[in-house]
């Protein structure tokens, strides 16, 4: 069983910048695939990176095209520790953001095939 929990959401001004962290406790976190996905309201949940292990201690990061460029992530495994830093932050950028986990990296960008996920952390950037 693994638990994920999301922190370092606010307010933001267009432009700003924020880091978010995802903890995990209860598994293998080498291991794990790691995924971030945000929900507006109205709006079905949205694919935003992932990081999957090629082998030993090598990582492979994936970004939806939306974002690339603008969204980092970075894992810290002695920590637990999934990092989503974003910058230029846009209104519609607006949303909950979610930490996700699965055990397998085969369709790392859909939601239905994470099998944890965290409780959110809201950010909202105004204009």
């Known amino acids: 069983q693994v638990q994920l929990h999301e922190s370092g959401g606010g307010l933001v001004q267009a432009g700003g910048s924020l880091r978010l962290s995802c903890a995990a406790s209860g598994g293998t976190f080498s291991t794990l695939v790691m995924g971030w996905f945000r929900q507006a309201p109205g709006k079905e949940r949205e694919f935003l990176a992932a990081?999957?292990?090629?082998?030993?201690?090598?990582?492979?990061?994936h970004y939806e095209d939306s974002v690339k460029g603008r969204f980092t992530i970075s894992r810290y495994n002695a920590r637990n520790t999934f990092y989503l830093e974003m910058n230029s932050l846009k209104p519609e950028d607006t949303a909950a953001y979610y930490c996700?986990?699965?055990?397998?990296?085969?369709?790392?960008?859909?939601?239905?095939?994470?099998?944890?996920w965290g409780q959110g952390t809201q950010v909202t950037v105004s204009s």
């Open positions: 996700a986990a699965k055990e397998s990296s085969s369709g790392f960008s859909s939601a239905s095939s994470y099998d944890y």
């Open positions: 990081s999957t292990r090629i082998g030993g201690n090598v990582y492979s990061s």
